[in-house]
Structure formats: C-alpha cells, structure tokens
C-alpha cells in the first residue's frame, strides 16, 4: 500500500532527524564539559572590552539559514560594569 509505504518513509524522516539532534546535543554537552575542566570560572569583563555575543538560536538549528547568517554579533565596546 503507498500510503502505508508514504507515512514508513515519514517515519525514518523523522527519526534521522531526531538522531541527528540527539547527536548534536551529546557533542556540545561533551565540549561544555571540556571546556569548563579548563575555566570553571566566571567571566568578568571590564570597561572599555571589545566583547561579541553568539547567537545560539543559529546553533542549535538545521535549517539552511545557519549556512549563511553569521553566528557572532559585531563586537561592541563595554561602556560600564
């Protein structure tokens, strides 16, 4: 049956994409992990810093827009603490 057939090829659709998340997520829980063994510290910056900010919501996608759009925020200045 096609329909029966169709909604199987959904099924696997969904799953690889789900695997594929899971998979992203196991990663950069590994790499948090890492990189807080190094620098378990908070951040402080002071006046006058040129600092830049991620965007997380293009990260943590697998739309095609993430390809293209930058990541990282033009760097401004820290005007006061």
């Known amino acids: 049956d ?5 909604a199987y090829v959904g ?6 994409y789900d695997a594929t998340v899971r998979h992203a997520i196991k990663c ?7 990189v807080l063994a190094h620098s378990p510290r908070e951040v402080i910056f ?27 925020s033009i760097p401004h200045h820290i005007l006061e603490r």
């Open 46 to 72: 002071t006046k006058g810093q040129l600092v830049q900010s991620f965007h997380s919501s293009l990260h943590n996608t697998l739309e095609a827009k993430r390809k293209i759009l930058p990541k990282w």
């Open 28 to 34: 950069k829980k590994a790499f948090d992990k890492r």
């Open 2 to 6: 096609a329909n029966a057939h169709m």
């Open 11 to 16: 099924q696997q659709q969904l799953d690889g």
